[in-house]
């Protein structure tokens, strides 16, 4: 029988026939190979001047052995699935489990034939790599498998040998319970799609999840297979070299998709994009890492429940971008690690503040949850960060406004007033003020810098994060107020560490404060670095600690003196 048109594996490598026949005067019959990983290939079909076959791939052809123990050739569904869920497992009594119904159980029967009985018990089937090119053998009939497993919900059919998509749709005829299918890395002929001849109402509607990875060249492919997927949630097409999303979906096509993965593809364009699937009803998750995407401009009406979008490792590099992605009316999560744009930011820590600061609804970045209080500070640091820029650069209100459109609303709603500093002619508010910044989980030295009075907290928390490596929302400030005049405050102190939140009243005796804090066992290591920096610097006399957690106001506003000590926790 000749193999010519068929699918191989060599050695676990896969290809497809073009050639079968003599090389040169060679009495052995070769197979000539067009390999799908192109690098296996060594030439383009010839050898000694003479064409034997072209490969549509460069270099992507070589010649094998056509009775080499290392060729295997197609086998049936059938065929696959007895030999390894009954004869390798039979001889194999180590082999994984397999799941049964509900329960998992160890595999290697007593006798075979209660094996079979229990094949319609499969739930999760994985024949990847078994060399399946078609439903039935010649001596096996329809409704076999249907018979022997009936129950399968999910099903990894990757890189095996099927060339039609017939073949495979006879096979998903037989399991009407069928949830989610795997076939990535099969290369399926698309053109097979047009000479299918069934019945209009075959329809595979329990499938809700279709991976086929690697295993498409054109968009088109996916439309045509719609129809037989019509209720299909969740699609995955990466590394398949798409860059364009022709044709146009029509009316209807994937109404119930909810989850597309594009991942490693070659995609340069959001409009190509929004224009054929910023119109589906019932898309909430879109995956586009690793693809060439530059930047975001969002058409009002489009991707109305996009819940989660993933970016990362584009080539998006404009913060007018971040602006578009906050006009998504349902979006929540964002990935965008790798871009150049998180480049642009000093420290890398001010992006994560930058982009929640300015996308409203989100409530988890990168992969991480963004909290009300992540949220709060973020805002109000963007606040102020966005005003200090303004003065440097002497926007005007117009030019401010088109940089920074959030500024704003964000402003209202946090009910924040905003003034210009002071003329640096009026000494008595330029003039320096010695600040001692401790943070005992980094280091038993106490740093000390002198800041001008108008320095406010976020800038302040910029020197702690270049001092310690700490990152700004990562920072918990305490001012230890040290009186020395030895007069004790009778108000309230909030203790040092915020896992400890119940305040405490002072008494005549310094020591009792201290006795407060090292009872806590989960505090008390940190609390004795603490109090050995304080005594270290003569803080002996505590009237006061404040928790220091408010970015826009200025160390004058909190008082802050040469004789107080800012201890910084983490």
């Given at each position: 029988?000749?193999?010519?048109g068929?699918?191989?594996?060599?050695?676990?490598?896969l290809?497809?026939v073009?050639?079968?026949?003599?090389?040169?005067?060679?009495?052995v019959i070769?197979l000539?190979?067009?390999w799908?990983?192109?690098?296996?290939?060594?030439h383009?079909?010839?050898?000694?001047g003479?064409?034997?076959f072209?490969?549509?791939?460069?270099n992507?052809g070589?010649?094998?052995?056509?009775?080499?123990?290392?060729?295997?050739?197609?086998?049936?569904?059938?065929?696959?699935l007895?030999?390894?869920?009954?004869?390798?497992e039979?001889?194999d009594?180590?082999?994984?489990?397999i799941?049964?119904?509900?329960?998992?159980?160890?595999?290697?029967?007593?006798k075979?034939?209660?094996?079979?009985?229990?094949?319609?018990e499969?739930i999760?089937?994985?024949l990847?790599?078994?060399?399946?090119?078609?439903?039935?053998?010649?001596?096996?009939?329809?409704?076999?498998i249907?018979?022997?497993?009936?129950?399968?919900?999910e099903?990894?059919?990757?890189?095996?040998?099927?060339?039609?998509w017939d073949?495979?749709?006879?096979?998903?005829?037989?399991?009407?319970?069928?949830?989610v299918l795997?076939l990535?890395k099969?290369?399926?002929?698309p053109?097979?799609?047009?000479?299918?001849i069934?019945?209009?109402?075959?329809?595979f509607?329990?499938?809700?999840?279709l991976?086929?990875?690697?295993s498409?060249e054109?968009?088109?492919?996916?439309?045509?297979?719609?129809?037989?997927?019509?209720?299909?949630e969740?699609?995955?097409?990466?590394?398949?070299?798409l860059?364009?999303l022709?044709?146009?979906l029509?009316?209807?096509?994937?109404?119930?998709l909810?989850?597309i993965?594009?991942?490693?593809?070659?995609?340069?364009?959001?409009k190509v994009?929004?224009?054929?699937l910023g119109?589906?009803?019932?898309l909430?998750?879109?995956k586009?890492?690793?693809?060439?995407?530059?930047?975001?401009?969002?058409?009002?009406?489009?991707?109305k429940?996009?819940?989660?979008?993933?970016?990362?490792?584009?080539?998006?590099d404009n913060?007018?971008?971040?602006?578009?992605l906050?006009?998504?009316?349902?979006?929540?999560?964002?990935?965008?690690?790798?871009?150049?744009?998180?480049?642009?930011?000093?420290p890398?820590?001010?992006?994560?503040?930058?982009?929640?600061?300015?996308i409203s609804?989100l409530?988890?970045?990168?992969?991480?949850?963004?909290?009300k209080?992540?949220?709060?500070?973020c805002?109000r640091?963007?606040?102020?960060y966005?005003y200090?820029?303004k003065?440097?650069?002497?926007w005007?209100?117009e030019?401010?406004?088109?940089?920074?459109?959030?500024?704003?609303?964000?402003?209202?709603?946090h009910?924040?007033i905003l003034?210009k500093?002071?003329?640096?002619?009026?000494?008595?508010?330029?003039?320096?003020i010695?600040?001692?910044?401790?943070?005992p989980?980094?280091?038993?030295?106490?740093?000390k810098?002198?800041l001008?009075?108008?320095?406010?907290?976020l800038?302040l928390?910029g020197?702690?994060?270049?001092l310690?490596?700490?990152p700004?929302l990562?920072?918990?400030?305490?001012?230890?107020?040290?009186n020395?005049?030895?007069?004790?405050?009778?108000?309230?102190?909030?203790?040092?560490?915020?896992?400890?939140s119940?305040?405490?009243?002072?008494?005549?005796?310094?020591?009792?404060v201290?006795?407060?804090?090292?009872?806590?066992?989960?505090?008390?290591?940190?609390?004795?670095?603490?109090?050995?920096?304080?005594?270290?610097?003569?803080?002996n006399?505590i009237?006061n600690i404040?928790e220091?957690n408010?970015?826009i106001?200025?160390?004058?506003h909190?008082?802050?003196?040469?004789?107080?000590?800012?201890?910084v926790?983490?």
């Amino acid at each position: 029988m000749s193999l010519i048109g068929k699918r191989i594996n060599y050695d676990n490598n896969l290809g497809i026939v073009l050639y079968e026949g003599p090389v040169t005067n060679s009495k052995v019959i070769w197979l000539g190979i067009q390999w799908d990983d192109p690098s296996r290939g060594k030439h383009n079909g010839e050898y000694k001047g003479v064409k034997y076959f072209t490969p549509t791939v460069e270099n992507s052809g070589s010649f094998v052995k056509k009775d080499s123990p290392l060729l295997m050739v197609g086998q049936s569904f059938q065929e696959a699935l007895i030999k390894k869920y009954i004869i390798k497992e039979e001889k194999d009594k180590n082999a994984e489990p397999i799941v049964w119904g509900k329960v998992v159980e160890t595999v290697g029967f007593e006798k075979i034939d209660k094996k079979q009985s229990n094949l319609n018990e499969l739930i999760e089937v994985g024949l990847d790599l078994q060399n399946i090119e078609k439903a039935f053998a010649e001596n096996e009939s329809k409704g076999k498998i249907k018979n022997i497993c009936p129950s399968i919900e999910e099903l990894n059919l990757s890189e095996n040998l099927f060339t039609h998509w017939d073949d495979v749709f006879d096979i998903l005829d037989e399991l009407e319970h069928l949830n989610v299918l795997f076939l990535n890395k099969n290369k399926i002929d698309p053109t097979s799609l047009n000479n299918i001849i069934r019945n209009k109402n075959a329809k595979f509607e329990s499938i809700k999840t279709l991976s086929l990875n690697k295993s498409i060249e054109e968009w088109k492919t996916v439309c045509n297979l719609e129809p037989y997927f019509i209720n299909l949630e969740n699609i995955s097409l990466g590394f398949n070299n798409l860059s364009s999303l022709s044709p146009s979906l029509q009316l209807n096509q994937f109404s119930t998709l909810q989850s597309i993965n594009f991942e490693y593809n070659k995609f340069d364009s959001w409009k190509v994009i929004e224009d054929t699937l910023g119109k589906l009803p019932s898309l909430e998750t879109l995956k586009i890492d690793y693809n060439k995407i530059k930047s975001i401009q969002y058409s009002p009406g489009t991707f109305k429940k996009l819940d989660t979008l993933n970016l990362n490792n584009n080539l998006i590099d404009n913060w007018e971008t971040i602006l578009e992605l906050d006009k998504f009316p349902s979006l929540q999560k964002l990935r965008l690690s790798r871009n150049p744009i998180g480049d642009k930011v000093e420290p890398a820590s001010n992006f994560r503040i930058f982009v929640i600061g300015q996308i409203s609804k989100l409530t988890q970045f990168n992969g991480s949850s963004i909290s009300k209080s992540d949220r709060f500070d973020c805002e109000r640091y963007y606040i102020n960060y966005a005003y200090q820029e303004k003065q440097k650069l002497n926007w005007t209100d117009e030019e401010f406004a088109l940089k920074h459109p959030k500024f704003k609303e964000l402003q209202n709603y946090h009910d924040i007033i905003l003034t210009k500093k002071e003329d640096k002619e009026q000494t008595l508010e330029t003039m320096l003020i010695t600040i001692p910044i401790s943070c005992p989980q980094r280091t038993k030295k106490v740093a000390k810098k002198k800041l001008p009075p108008d320095t406010t907290i976020l800038t302040l928390k910029g020197i702690i994060q270049r001092l310690f490596k700490i990152p700004v929302l990562s920072q918990h400030l305490h001012l230890v107020e040290n009186n020395i005049d030895g007069d004790i405050n009778k108000d309230f102190i909030t203790p040092i560490n915020s896992i400890e939140s119940i305040p405490i009243q002072a008494t005549e005796s310094n020591n009792d404060v201290r006795n407060y804090f090292l009872k806590n066992e989960k505090l008390k290591s940190l609390n004795e670095k603490i109090f050995s920096i304080l005594d270290a610097n003569k803080v002996n006399n505590i009237s006061n600690i404040t928790e220091i957690n408010d970015d826009i106001k200025t160390i004058s506003h909190y008082n802050i003196s040469e004789k107080d000590i800012i201890i910084v926790t983490v």
